[in-house]
């Protein structure tokens, strides 16, 4: 997979779990590994996840890996 489309790929990931209130796994270049939730930014290269310290913005091409965090109820 080449970069956009891998950028691409994440932000359809972050924006299903925006829109449905999901916690995400992102983790960046540098190594962090961020957990939170995502919101929709207002500038189209950069993605916020609003986690425990507060809002986290960054750029979609840091991001590594990311993974929607899903409650199951029975």
Known sequence: MNKIGGILMFADVLQLAAEKQQMV?????DGRILIGLPQISRQENRVKIL?????????FDEIVHVMRLINFSF
């Open 25 to 29: 796994s992102v983790k960046i270049q």
């Open 51 to 59: 986690d425990e310290s507060g809002m986290v913005t960054f750029p």
